[in-house]
């Protein structure tokens, strides 16, 4: 592909995640992203790669070391956009402000997407009314721990199914826009360090765009690398909980009652809830699953300590604890 030439899509790879995640995990993300560019690729669909940086040495060297140990790309070169002193969200933002194509693809460094993810989430945008696709991201349950933080977490656990519908979960690490309309409306600006890809969808759709939601577009997602980043993860969920909270009752406050019921209804009701609906799917047995329940009480802890942490100083989390 040419200079001159508009790509069909931009993949924008965020190049943060890794200051938590097992580095390692770059490369079989890389070495699957080439080889679904290059299907796409004779297929007539020509895309572009960029990473966004952050200008750390430690960083940039283990990019370095990701790409030589992923082999030659599928395109002229993998671009990199410098976004120093930004965080999560700002860096895809700076990538899709240096991307070319019609549509951007927003994947994290630390996930890896399966066969035909590519492919699954650009389909839809043959539509011309569609303004972005999500994709499915899923806790691959492969030790006793991955398998106890999965049937706890968020992500929803692998669907093998193939269908279109109305996106309700959204997950900025498997995410497509048309690039015209993101960059017309990008993540917003905000105190909290997830939820700008919901903010996002729903601003979208209230200005009357579609979001939809192909699930064979999945992507697997690294439980917490270590007892460390599972306390940091439960800290910044219950800053961002503090601060939604806050922000909903106009700067007040909220109790000191509302902490603790926030973390009391998600230990008795949330999490063991999916524990109980996903053990049988994950084969957890009566070990596994109080080895899920012990996993779920250190993040709820950990979230009410970000909750207190955020009261006092709303500084301190993004400060000390940052994801």
């Known amino acids: 592909m040419s200079e001159a030439t508009t790509p069909a899509y931009s993949v924008v790879i965020e190049w943060?995640?890794?200051?938590?995640?097992?580095?390692?995990?770059?490369?079989?993300?890389?070495?699957?992203?080439?080889?679904?560019?290059?299907?796409?690729?004779?297929?007539?669909?020509?895309?572009?790669?960029?990473?966004?940086?952050?200008?750390?040495?430690?960083?940039?060297?283990?990019?370095?070391?990701a790409l030589a140990?992923?082999?030659?790309?599928?395109?002229?070169?993998?671009?990199?956009?410098?976004?120093?002193?930004?965080?999560?969200?700002?860096?895809?933002?700076?990538?899709?402000?240096?991307?070319?194509?019609?549509?951007?693809?927003?994947?994290?460094?630390d996930v890896i997407p399966e066969d035909g993810w590519l492919a699954a989430l650009l389909e839809p945008f043959a539509d011309p009314t569609v303004d972005g696709v999500g994709g499915t991201t899923y806790v691959e349950p492969r030790s006793a721990y991955d398998r106890a933080f999965a049937a706890f977490w968020f992500f929803p656990l692998r669907d093998a199914a193939d269908t279109t519908d109305e996106?309700?979960?959204?997950?900025?690490?498997?995410?497509?826009?048309?690039?015209?309309?993101?960059?017309?409306?990008?993540?917003?600006?905000?105190?909290?360090?997830?939820?700008?890809?919901?903010?996002?969808?729903?601003?979208?759709?209230?200005?009357?765009?579609?979001?939809?939601?192909?699930?064979?577009?999945r992507c697997v997602h690294p439980a917490p690398n270590g007892f460390l980043h599972l306390l940091r993860r439960g800290a910044c969920e219950g800053h961002d909980q503090f601060v939604r909270r806050q922000r909903e009752l106009g700067g007040t406050t909220p109790?000191?009652?509302?902490?603790?019921?926030?973390?009391?209804?998600?230990?008795?009701?949330?999490?063991?809830?999916?524990?109980?609906?996903?053990?049988?799917?994950?084969?957890?047995?009566?070990?596994?699953?109080?080895l899920a329940h012990g996993v779920a009480t250190v993040h709820s802890v950990a979230a009410l300590a970000g909750h207190l942490l955020t009261r006092l100083d709303r500084r301190l989390v993004p400060r000390f604890l940052s994801i």
């Open 255 to 290: 109790p000191w009652r509302w902490s603790r019921n926030v973390v009391l209804r998600w230990l008795d009701g949330r999490a063991r809830e999916r524990i109980r609906e996903r053990a049988a799917t994950l084969g957890l047995d009566h070990g596994q699953r109080a």
């Open 69 to 109: 140990a992923a082999g030659p790309p599928p395109v002229a070169a993998v671009r990199r956009v410098a976004a120093p002193a930004t965080r999560y969200y700002q860096k895809k933002n700076a990538g899709a402000g240096a991307a070319r194509g019609a549509v951007v693809v927003f994947l994290d460094s």
């Open 167 to 217: 996106l309700i979960e959204v997950y900025a690490n498997n995410l497509a826009f048309r690039r015209a309309a993101f960059l017309a409306r990008p993540f917003p600006e905000q105190a909290e360090f997830r939820g700008a890809a919901g903010a996002l969808v729903a601003a979208i759709r209230a200005g009357g765009g579609r979001v939809l939601r192909r699930t064979a577009a």
């Open 16 to 65: 943060e995640n890794l200051r938590l995640a097992d580095a390692g995990r770059a490369r079989p993300m890389l070495r699957a992203l080439y080889a679904q560019v290059e299907a796409q690729s004779r297929a007539g669909r020509e895309g572009e790669i960029l990473v966004v940086t952050d200008s750390d040495p430690a960083l940039d060297a283990a990019l370095d070391a």
